[in-house]
């Protein structure tokens, strides 16, 4: 390619991706508007976050618009076969897996109890992921009558597959357990807010603890895990790329779509405690991304095909 032609593609990609932002953020204040947050809870949210408030909305829109553009750009499927290949992932990892956490610490968070904010919540992640991920197909192409795709480089055995998310599951527990205790829990805010003291046990004292509370915990966080991963499924099964570049995405995918929201004033937990969440979630899902990347999908195209173009 020559220096011309590579200047005005990472043009396109970047007006691409610029058009993305701008149609996901309108689509995440209509899903807002459409399914407002309570007012008692609008009235908890603190005066200041971690950055101020344009900043904290800019980042967190971004960071969402650009992984489902960079998913959508590099997807082998046309079409609202692609609009779902972006929902699942962006609906999956932002919304659905940090909402079924949230209903089972739910005696944690006062404000949502005796609410149906947590389905609330839900809701309005859809709408606005469901409409990102169609922005995203749009300016990338995908409902063009024709257009050019590459076949995809991975493949997906279903059973193969299963039996290594079962694995990644017992990794992903793993992960929670280190990172919940070495990172978040090192925080006094933390343990504040979850135990209502500051008592910090060991390890070993702590989880056993936090098992005989919950004896449920450990098979919860297990299905969590393997749930994470089927999440990056159909990245996997339409992705054009390499591997280094799967690995990369996947990684980002599931260590920022879960805790860019962290970066708002969050009228859930206090500042101190969304930090030290931000710590512990993006880096412990941010590694399951790069491990599911790594050991999950099988290579189908090693050395990719050219660009054909596909008349539907």
Not at 152 to 163: K, S
Not at 192 to 207: I, P
Not at 261 to 276: C, E, G, I, K
């Amino acid at each position: 390619m020559t220096r011309d032609r590579a200047f005005l593609k990472g043009l396109r990609n970047t007006g691409g991706f610029l058009a993305t932002l701008l149609l996901a953020g309108a689509a995440f204040i209509a899903a807002s508007l459409a399914v407002p947050v309570p007012g008692a809870i609008r009235a908890a949210v603190p005066a200041s976050g971690f950055l101020p408030a344009p900043l904290d909305f800019l980042s967190f829109l971004g960071s969402l618009a650009l992984l489902a553009y960079w998913t959508a750009r590099r997807s082998a499927v046309p079409g609202w076969k692609r609009v779902g290949q972006v929902a699942v992932l962006v609906i999956g990892a932002q919304t659905f897996m940090t909402q079924i956490e949230t209903a089972y610490f739910l005696e944690a968070f006062p404000l949502l109890q005796g609410s149906f904010e947590t389905y609330r919540m839900v809701l309005r992640g859809a709408l606005w992921g469901f409409a990102a991920a169609a922005a995203a197909t749009l300016l990338t192409g995908g409902f063009r009558k024709t257009a050019e795709l590459r076949e995809p480089r991975f493949t997906v055995d279903p059973v193969r597959a299963l039996a290594r998310t079962a694995i990644l599951g017992a990794a992903y527990l793993v992960l929670y357990m280190l990172f919940g205790y070495y990172v978040a829990w090192q925080s006094e805010a933390v343990r504040l807010f979850y135990s209502g003291n500051a008592d910090k046990l060991g390890f070993f004292a702590q989880w056993g603890r936090s098992f005989m509370e919950k004896p449920e915990i450990p098979v919860f966080q297990w299905f969590r895990g393997c749930l994470w991963v089927l999440c990056l499924v159909p990245l996997f099964r339409g992705f054009t790329g390499g591997r280094v570049e799967l690995t990369i995405l996947s990684g980002l995918a599931l260590g920022i779509l879960p805790t860019a929201q962290l970066a708002f004033p969050n009228p859930l937990m206090p500042p101190a405690v969304s930090l030290a969440h931000f710590w512990e979630v993006s880096v412990s899902t941010g590694l399951l991304g790069a491990l599911a990347a790594l050991w999950v999908p099988e290579t189908a195209n090693p050395a990719g095909k050219p660009e054909v173009r596909i008349d539907r």
